[in-house]
């Protein structure tokens, strides 16, 4: 299907061009109880690579097991479509992609090779932590397959442009 949105990691799809679809689909995800999880994310030029700085707490008294992902994204990409119009947004790389188990406070640092010729003002980096059991959802189509997919759902999020 295009145009085809999955919000919050699945757990709801929108396979239509109507706005209000979408409206709804992300109004629906965001009433949706999560995990208390708060992240602050720093992000800094360094030369022509990117350091990173990410702290993630945990509110709740229980443990937390989730997958998270650091995800270089091109305000102004560079790729067109058919049109000829520039996709706006799109993810060219991960800085971090792992599993973390937060009983409290974790702090992460990596910096970022850019690769990419990412240009400094035309570059976000997006954070989001994700619960670590998949729940299986259902594509809104029944062939092909496969008709199910599996969906991990968002417990927080934060970006910075840089």
Excluded at 36 to 54: D, P, Q, T, V, Y
Excluded at 109 to 116: D, F, G, L, R, V
Excluded at 146 to 159: K, N, Y
């Amino acid at each position: 299907y295009v145009p085809m949105l999955y919000v919050d990691g699945g757990y709801a799809i929108v396979n239509t061009a109507s706005e209000s679809d979408y409206f709804e689909a992300i109004q629906q995800a965001a009433e949706r109880k999560v995990h208390n999880i708060s992240m602050n994310i720093n992000a800094e030029w360094n030369g022509n690579n990117i350091k990173i700085s990410l702290n993630i707490a945990n509110q709740n008294n229980i443990p937390y097991f989730g997958q998270l992902r650091v995800c270089i994204v091109e305000i102004n990409s560079r790729w067109t479509d058919n049109a000829g119009e520039n996709y706006s947004y799109a993810l060219m790389d991960y800085a971090l992609n792992k599993y973390v188990f937060l009983g409290g406070e974790k702090y992460f640092e990596t910096e970022w090779k850019n690769i990419y010729d990412m240009k400094e003002g035309n570059t976000m980096i997006l954070a989001y932590i994700a619960q670590w059991l998949p729940k299986l959802q259902k594509n809104p189509w029944d062939k092909p397959k496969p008709s199910c997919f599996l969906a991990q759902f968002i417990d927080e999020v934060v970006a910075v442009e840089i």
